[in-house]
């Protein structure tokens, strides 16, 4: 349902945005509310748009693209070549794809669509003058090199016995609770270390090549630095403590990076013939972008909530976290 654009927003006037004040999710919540938990777990938002569509590429890639796990033994260029192109072609079939259906193609127009701003254009900002060719370079030549690096090198460290395999056959409750734990497990890493990152030397040399980015586009999802990759890929270092398998870490990468492309679509959802499919954009993170000092983590756990940093779309949010800054 379209919300009209009025005084409660920002500076510049949204294009589409949801039903304000934001909430944020019921889950990690006090007092606890079980039954909205169970259907928030249970949305279109979170269930059938993140987790199951991740769960599906994640064993897809397993059963069908990543080579026996015992020829990983060895650090050898053919199945390190095999991950690479793997990851190279999932990344330029999906981000490549919503970007040519949203913003190149404009199927679906400006439904549903944040930002009143287009991609950069003839912008000094960027490499080659452009938005899109800058956030396609970090993200392909950094972004993909480094995510496959680090399967590699997991996989190299499980086919040697360096970490210990978690089977669904011995341990089927764990092993499918951790599909569902990741993604709170990586709300909470991604708001340490972005707070992390704007801190004023990270900012200026690192984060700030994320944050050029106003209006977002797939593309812009993980267009980072190489340290703020390395950074930002850290998160998956809970498998070096905590019982898992190859599958756990290549569905732990794939949704560290596609979860960032689908967040920073700058659409709310993907529309077929007139048809809402698929949550993409997250507006709590569409309002980072343009304020910066705020929604440091994601909705999942309210971290943003607890330490002052929630914004909730509101102009009184606005005028509040500037207050903040001011030291007001």
């Not at 500076?11 to 039903?19: D, F, L, S, T, V």
């Not at 990543?66 to 981000?95: E, F, S, T």
């Not at 700030?208 to 980015?213: G, K, P």
């Not at 998160?235 to 990468?253: E, R």
């Amino acid at each position: 349902m379209t919300t009209p654009t009025d005084e409660r927003t920002s500076y510049a006037p949204w294009n589409w945005h949801p039903p304000l004040p934001l909430e944020g999710a019921p889950v990690l919540v006090f007092p606890p509310r079980p039954l909205k938990a169970l259907r928030w777990l249970l949305s279109v938002g979170f269930l059938w748009s993140f987790l199951a569509p991740y769960t599906a590429t994640a064993l897809l890639t397993w059963f069908l693209l990543q080579q026996p796990l015992a020829d990983c033994a060895v650090l050898a260029p053919g199945w390190i070549l095999v991950v690479l192109g793997r990851n190279l072609a999932l990344m330029l079939v999906i981000a490549g794809g919503l970007h040519l259906y949203l913003h190149r193609w404009r199927r679906q127009g400006s439904t549903h669509r944040y930002e009143t701003r287009e991609l950069g254009r003839n912008d000094p900002r960027f490499l080659g003058r452009d938005q899109v060719i800058d956030n396609m370079a970090w993200s392909l030549v950094s972004g993909v090199v480094l995510w496959s690096a680090i399967e590699v090198l997991f996989l190299h460290a499980y086919a040697n016995g360096a970490l210990p395999v978690l089977a669904w056959s011995t341990h089927p409750i764990w092993f499918a609770a951790l599909f569902l734990a990741i993604p709170f497990w990586q709300s909470a890493h991604f708001f340490v270390i972005h707070r992390l990152l704007h801190g004023r030397a990270l900012y200026r040399w690192v984060h700030a090549v994320h944050h050029r980015n106003v209006a977002i586009g797939p593309w812009s999802g993980i267009s980072m630095h190489p340290v703020e990759h390395l950074l930002y890929f850290s998160s998956v270092a809970i498998h070096l403590v905590l019982p898992s398998s190859p599958l756990h870490v290549i569905f732990h990468m794939q949704f560290l990076v596609f979860g960032a492309v689908q967040s920073h679509c700058g659409f709310a959802d993907l529309v077929v013939r007139g048809r809402r499919t698929l949550a993409l954009g997250d507006f709590f993170h569409q309002l980072h972008h343009r304020y910066f000092n705020c929604n440091y983590g994601a909705d999942y756990v309210q971290l943003d909530r607890w330490s002052g940093s929630f914004h909730d779309g509101t102009a009184e949010a606005t005028r509040r976290l500037a207050r903040g800054n001011r030291g007001d």
